[in-house]
């Protein structure tokens, strides 16, 4: 059996140790050079971006030595968001296009993500004879045919001028005054120019990396210094990404946020008007909220549910031919434009919104009533199995008794890090509090 390395989202850990190591990122690279070299021929090229975590540099060497042994010529973007990995992937017809990117994750932690020749994510099969090239190991090519390294300096350029293409011809963001938190991220230089080019007034919050301080107390994860910022300044609106910008939280005037539940929302309602929502389908995972679900019935659209993941969101898109996704954290996917989740993008279709209508962010920000939601962490040590345990399993049948017909319940692992996510919707919040305690209470007796 294959040892699993990948989770929901690539390959991800604490820097410097396993699986996130210069030595297993060196094995890394040449497992995947291997798999999509599989002709012998050096004409394959691969695309890597990264964030701005300090560790992205070892990775970014260890990845390349390991992709060019295997013959593979490797492109570097140097620092651009996830979604410009996806697009240049396709664009520069590389057979591959990584990111180096823990997403949201404090700079502590990183991750490799991986992009096929179409610019999609990879599919599990792919993942898993991956993961086998790297427990097997592979041969090196000969040495007349190591793989060449080069740097791409107008990569962030190129996304830019796609971006502005997907904004309503002749549109301009002109008396918009827009803050735009980048985390210290991977957007820090792309978003604020974009916004800017269209004709914003732009009032920069998290674009100052230095290696450490990447989703530190900024970004969708970390939404108060944006909020403080729009009160403070005026402002009309808040976009806040995450480290490697494919995700987005939008905030009012107010400083009040709004979560990719509400955006979806927005989104389908106004593409359907204008018959762009294929299929009347928007697809979210089991995380979204039932109000989503009620909004969307009541407007006589239906919503798909998927896994946890926006990977899981973008296959249900494909397989039904649907064109709208994402999930409540904020990946909002539009295959319209993009092959993954785009914060930026999802924010520029918000601000359209705003033009267009001539409606204040507040207004267009509250879709629809959110039923009471409580989501709540429990770390667990390695290797271990808290849900497998006959007491939380008693605990969450007995919570699952209590919420019968009054609201429902979501226990699942993540798929990033070692912790249960404990999830519960319900009209009663105090049945809420009391459900999502208990099981939380003896997850961590036995985690």
């Not at 190129?158 to 827009?178: C, I, N, Q, W």
């Not at 107390?217 to 944006?226: F, L, P, V």
Request: with cysteine.
């Amino acid at each position: 059996m294959v040892e699993k390395i990948f989770g929901t989202d690539g390959i991800r850990g604490t820097a410097n140790t396993w699986p996130m190591t210069a030595d297993m990122a060196l094995r890394i690279g040449a497992a995947a050079g291997r798999y999509f070299r599989n002709d012998g021929s050096n004409g394959h090229r691969v695309v890597i971006g990264k964030d701005t975590r300090l560790s992205g540099y070892m990775f970014e060497n260890a990845l390349t030595a390991g992709l060019t042994s295997t013959g593979m010529n490797v492109l570097l973007l140097g620092p651009v968001p996830t979604p410009a990995v996806g697009m240049l992937t396709s664009s520069m017809r590389a057979d591959l296009g990584i990111m180096i990117s823990a997403s949201h994750n404090p700079h502590h932690d990183n991750g490799i993500k991986f992009f096929g020749p179409d610019g999609f994510k990879l599919s599990d099969a792919a993942e898993e004879e991956i993961s086998r090239l790297i427990f097997d190991g592979v041969e090196p090519a000969q040495s007349n045919n190591i793989g060449r390294a080069k740097r791409i300096d107008d990569g962030r350029f190129r996304y830019a001028e796609r971006l502005k293409s997907t904004f309503p011809h002749g549109m301009r963001l002109d008396g918009l005054k827009v803050v735009i938190d980048c985390a210290h991220g991977a957007a820090y230089k792309v978003a604020p120019e974009v916004l800017w080019e269209l004709g914003a007034t732009v009032i920069e919050v998290g674009t100052a990396p230095n290696g450490f301080n990447i989703n530190d107390a900024c970004g969708s994860t970390h939404t108060r210094k944006a909020s403080e910022t729009i009160v403070s300044h005026g402002a009309d609106v808040g976009i806040c990404l995450d480290g490697d910008a494919d995700r987005v939280m939008i905030l009012d005037e107010t400083g009040r946020v709004a979560d990719g539940d509400q955006l979806m929302a927005l989104m389908a309602h106004r593409w359907a008007q204008s018959d762009r929502l294929a299929n009347g389908t928007l697809v979210a995972t089991v995380m979204s909220n039932l109000g989503l679900e009620r909004f969307l019935d009541g407007h006589g659209l239906r919503l798909e549910r998927t896994s946890v993941g926006d990977r899981y969101v973008v296959e249900a898109m494909r397989r039904g031919g649907h064109n709208l996704g994402g999930e409540q954290s904020g990946h909002i996917v539009m295959t319209d434009y993009a092959t993954t989740g785009d914060g930026l993008l999802a924010g520029l279709q918000f601000l359209a919104a705003m033009i267009e209508t001539g409606q204040p962010a507040s207004a267009l920000t509250r879709q629809f009533q959110t039923v009471p939601q409580m989501l709540k962490n429990v770390r667990f040590a390695a290797g271990s199995n808290p849900l497998a345990d006959a007491s939380v399993q008693a605990c969450i049948a007995d919570a699952e008794l209590r919420l019968t017909g009054k609201g429902r319940l979501l226990i699942r692992k993540s798929g990033t890090e070692p912790l249960i996510r404990v999830m519960a919707e319900c009209e009663d919040p105090d049945l809420l509090l009391m459900v999502v305690d208990g099981i939380v209470d003896e997850v961590a007796r036995v985690a």
